[in-house]
T-cell receptor, first 110, second 115 residues
Framework: QQQVKQSPQSLIVQKGGISIINCAYENTAFDYFPWYQQFPGKGPALLIAIRPDVSEKKEGRFTISFNKSAKQFSLHIMDSQPGDSATYFCAAVNTDKLIFGTGTRLQVFP | DGGITQSPKYLFRKEGQNVTLSCEQNLNHDAMYWYRQDPGQGLRLIYYSQIVNDFQKGDIAEGYSVSREKKESFPLTVTSAQKNPTAFYLC??????????????FGPGTRLLVL
């Protein structure tokens, strides 16, 4: 199977809170998992990515947690800010397949 | 100022008409990609090209065609065979040394609407 299931579809968080977005994949051949951030009317931009040989990767306020046995990975945004309001996409990649999740619209309120 | 440009920003297509979306990059990237984005759905890969004069079908290539005659350019034609072309189309590029497992840099997109 080639699907990547992403949840929730939308998320509302108060400023300073933690935003958590989850993704699950089925094909164990995927070996690269990027997250992209997209602002309205713009193209997506790479935010952070992880390979399955590590369980966690942190860059500033953004952390990816990876559970290889469960075939799940998640994005945590610490101290969420109004400027983080955007749509977030996870993706799963192998040498000849790139599948995006359906996206999560995050709104951070002051 | 390096980057990816897509034109036009908005494009209107009449029934039975072929239209071509432009994508140009000055990043000296070997690989280029076309995606379609629909509301509530993720990006879906239409075509990609890892080198000049070569390209591969993605998951939803039917009704679309591409060419890669120059490194900098990867135009997408939406043919009349594509029955539901209304969508936001995104072009991307990457360095091209590691296939799909690379950081992709996206253009600003073209919104195609059917009249």
């Amino acid at each position: 199977q080639q699907q990547v299931k992403q949840s929730p579809q939308s998320l509302i968080v108060q400023k300073g809170g933690i935003s958590i977005i989850n993704c699950a994949y089925e094909n164990t051949a995927f070996d690269y998992f990027p997250w992209y951030q997209q602002f309205p009317g713009k193209g997506p931009a790479l935010l952070i990515a992880i390979r399955p040989d590590v369980s966690e990767k942190k860059e500033g306020r953004f952390t990816i947690s990876f559970n290889k046995s469960a075939k799940q990975f998640s994005l945590h945004i610490m101290d969420s800010q109004p400027g983080d309001s955007a749509t977030y996409f996870c993706a799963a990649v192998n040498t000849d397949k790139l599948i995006f999740g359906t996206g999560t619209r995050l709104q951070v309120f002051p | 100022d390096g980057g990816i440009t897509q034109s036009p920003k908005y494009l209107f297509r009449k029934e039975g008409q072929n239209v071509t979306l432009s994508c140009e990059q000055n990043l000296n990237h070997d690989a280029m990609y076309w995606y379609r984005q629909d509301p509530g759905q993720g990006l879906r890969l239409i075509y990609y090209s890892q080198i000049v004069n070569d390209f591969q079908k993605g998951d939803i290539a039917e009704g679309y065609s591409v060419s890669r005659e120059k490194k900098e350019s990867f135009p997408l034609t939406v043919t009349s065979a594509q029955k539901n072309p209304t969508a936001f189309y995104l072009c991307a590029s990457s360095i091209g040394s590691s296939g799909l497992q690379e950081t992709q840099y996206f253009g600003p997109g073209t919104r195609l609407l059917v009249l």
